[in-house]
Each structure stands twice: as structure tokens, then as C-alpha cells.
T-cell receptor, first 111, second 116 residues
Framework: GEDVEQSLFLSVREGDSSVINCTYT??????LYWYKQEPGAGLQLLTYIFSNMDMKQDQRLTVLLNKKDKHLSLRIADTQTGDSAIYFC???????????FGSGTRLSIRP | DTGVSQDPRHKITKRGQNVTFRCDPISEHNRLYWYRQTLGQGPEFLTYFQNEAQLEKSRLLSDRFSAERPKGSFSTLEIQRTEQGDSAMYLCASSFPSGGASYEQYFGPGTRLTVT
């Protein structure tokens, strides 16, 4: 079946790197996404990676995909207070245009 | 380009009443999606349209829910005889097919429904 799992919480110190992990079950993924949701705001598409890629870097964001282990991660370098939010891992499968979301990881930044 | 807009942003209704939400997608996007998000969860897919055609519906979309996109632009989502379990954030997203696949879905701010 289609399932996406994430840990619920992550706390990091300001200036450190944050690594948010995600696992998924179905190997027929096409695109894998990271969305950010701040309180009272909608979902913001941060970045995505195509399933034939291993890595994608975009400024402070690095996405790593291990397709063999069905593991996706998002690394945020030099984490700032403005990065406090819920981060959702999401997967699009080849048979559909819908996106399956994880439950989100709440990132909190401590001084 | 003002992004995806949704109206209203908040709706409080009594159990048993009908409610209707509206979504205006990004103007050049021909795919439109509805998702539902409950507290502490990620969004769950409800249905999507390509132009005016409704191409897929989730089993979450009971017969009390109906969605339309009559002219292939804005869409409405109606919930009849609301129940307390319908309380959630209803999110709309839109995308434009590229190379035959819609892979960038952009979300609106959502409509928060509270059923009392």
C-alpha cells in the first residue's frame, strides 16, 4: 500500500544543521517532495526530487534519496528561527496524480 | 500571479447544515485538487479535476461530498448534512501538466471548517 512515515518532532540549535527523515512503502514513486507549513499558513512547496536522482541541492536545502531503502531526507543547513515549522514529506506514485503525505515533522529551534 | 485562493478562510456551522467552499487555482493551471487535513496529520487526497472533468475520487469522499469545476477554472466543494467529523482544514491545490505529469502542486491557504 501507499504509506509515508516521519518522526513527529525534531529540536535543533540555531545555526546547526537539521535533518528530517522520511520512509515510504511503495517503490513505484515518481516524485518525492518536501513541503513546509507554518502556523496559520498554507503548504509551501520547498523542493522535490525525481525518483531517478540521488541528491538535489537548493541553497540551504539538500535532499537525499535512497531508493533501495525507500528513505528520503531533508537537510537544512545553518538552521534559523524562521525555519520553525512543520515539514511534510510527500510522494507521488506513477499511477496517480495525487500526492500521499506523511504526518509531518515539527521542527523547533532552540537558541 | 496571486497563487491559489480559497474562500472562505474559516467556516463555523451547525451539525446538519450544508456548506460550500470555493477554490480559485493559479490561472494557467488546468489541474485542481482537493485535500483534507485534520489536526496533527498530513493532507489526505479527496479528489482532482483536469479542466472540468473529475478524474479521481478518494473513498474518503462520501456521498455527502460533491465537487464541481463547471468551466474548468474555479471549483466548489459542497458538504451536505455536515457532521462533527467533517471538521478539518480543506485544502485546494493546482498544477499544470508538464511532460505529461503534474508534479508541482501549489496549495492555497485552506478553509478551516468547524462543525458544532
Amino acid at each position: 500500500g501507499e504509506d509515508v512515515e516521519q518522526s513527529l518532532f525534531l529540536s535543533v540549535r540555531e545555526g546547526d544543521s537539521s535533518v528530517i527523515n522520511c520512509t515510504y512503502t511503495d517503490s513505484s514513486s515518481t516524485y518525492l517532495y518536501w513541503y513546509k507549513q507554518e502556523p496559520g499558513a498554507g503548504l509551501q512547496l520547498l523542493t522535490y526530487i525525481f525518483s531517478n536522482m540521488d541528491m538535489k541541492q537548493d541553497q540551504r536545502l539538500t535532499v537525499l534519496l535512497n531508493k533501495k531503502d525507500k528513505h528520503l531526507s531533508l537537510r537544512i543547513a545553518d538552521t534559523q528561527t524562521g525555519d520553525s515549522a512543520i515539514y511534510f514529506c510527500a510522494v507521488m506514485y506513477s499511477s496517480a496524480s495525487k500526492i500521499i503525505f506523511g504526518s509531518g515533522t515539527r521542527l523547533s529551534i532552540r537558541p | 500571479d496571486t497563487g491559489v485562493s480559497q474562500d472562505p478562510r474559516h467556516k463555523i456551522t451547525k451539525r446538519g447544515q450544508n456548506v460550500t467552499f470555493r477554490c480559485d487555482p493559479i490561472s494557467e493551471h488546468n489541474r485542481l485538487y482537493w485535500y483534507r487535513q485534520t489536526l496533527g496529520q498530513g493532507p489526505e487526497f479527496l479528489t482532482y479535476f483536469q479542466n472540468e472533468a473529475q478524474l479521481e475520487k478518494s473513498r474518503l469522499l462520501s456521498d455527502r461530498f460533491s465537487a464541481e469545476r463547471p468551466k474548468g477554472s474555479f471549483s466548489t466543494l459542497e458538504i451536505q448534512r455536515t457532521e462533527q467529523g467533517d471538521s478539518a482544514m480543506y485544502l485546494c491545490a493546482s498544477s499544470f501538466p508538464s511532460g505529461g505529469a503534474s508534479y508541482e502542486q501549489y496549495f492555497g491557504p485552506g478553509t478551516r471548517l468547524t462543525v458544532t
